[in-house]
Nanobody, 114 residues
Framework: QVRLVESGGGLVQAGGSLRLSCAASDIIFSIYRMGWYRQAPGKQRELVADITSDGRPNYADSVKGRFTISRVNANNTVCLQMNRLKPEDTAVYYC????????WGQGTQVTVSS
């Protein structure tokens, strides 16, 4: 049974930082494209960043230069370092694993106060 578990969310003031982690189990982690998505109340889920199986990252324009995605295949872990956070970054952040289909974590709340 595939399982993705996010951690690291919380409440932070604008300009602060958080680091999100996603731990995967029952998955051949190294072959998956891994990503982070977010969804704010009343809005569509959107891609924040993803990273290919060989380590090439991709970022949404809104977070480029502030967020960094990384993966450690040996630990079945993908992380999202979030710096210079803004109130508009407030959302539930979801871990995603993709090859021929998508697997999703339960999400972790990130709240950025002004």
């Amino acid at each position: 049974q595939v399982r993705l578990v996010e951690s690291g969310g919380g409440l932070v003031q604008a300009g602060g930082s958080l680091r999100l982690s996603c731990a995967a189990s029952d998955i051949i982690f190294s072959i998956y494209r891994m990503g982070w998505y977010r969804q704010a109340p009343g809005k569509q889920r959107e891609l924040v960043a993803d990273i290919t199986s060989d380590g090439r990252p991709n970022y949404a324009d809104s977070v480029k230069g502030r967020f960094t995605i990384s993966r450690v295949n040996a630990n079945n872990t993908v992380c999202l370092q979030m710096n210079r956070l803004k109130p508009e970054d407030t959302a539930v952040y979801y871990c995603n694993a993709r090859v021929w289909r998508d697997f999703w974590g339960q999400g972790t709340q990130v709240t950025v106060s002004s």
